[in-house]
């Protein structure tokens, strides 16, 4: 797969040889998704509107509702954070009550190519 340009650090830091690994393109996209995916909206010090909503829904029923509520946080916050993605189609799988796993599918604007990433969230 052609990479995008941008280079950067991944969360969680990797070290190698005692330097942080820079990551690109396609890593570096995903782990921007999964960032604003798990960090919670208002809690960011000094840019409180970063992050997502996902979390005041994972203690709600694991139905239908939730899903719902999943994917229009999911849509808001990665449309507002990951510019350089356009996402095309997400698909929800609830192995049990407690799991709940998005697949997103995007394009990566810059090179024209589809990718996914596969998200667990956790409720209760």
Known sequence: M??????GL????ELLGGKHVIADGDDLIKSSIQIILSWPLWT???DDDFGSRVHEA???QNDEVLI???KKFV???ITKWEKRIELKKMTFERPNNEKLIVDL?????DINI???LRYTFYTN
């Open 2 to 7: 052609a990479s995008v340009r941008t280079q």
């Open 10 to 13: 991944v969360f969680p830091i």
């Open 44 to 46: 960011r010090e000094y």
């Open 58 to 60: 994972l203690e709600d």
């Open 68 to 70: 719902t509520l999943i």
């Open 75 to 77: 849509v808001d916050s």
């Open 105 to 109: 599918i995007y394009l990566i604007k």
């Open 114 to 116: 589809e990718d996914t």
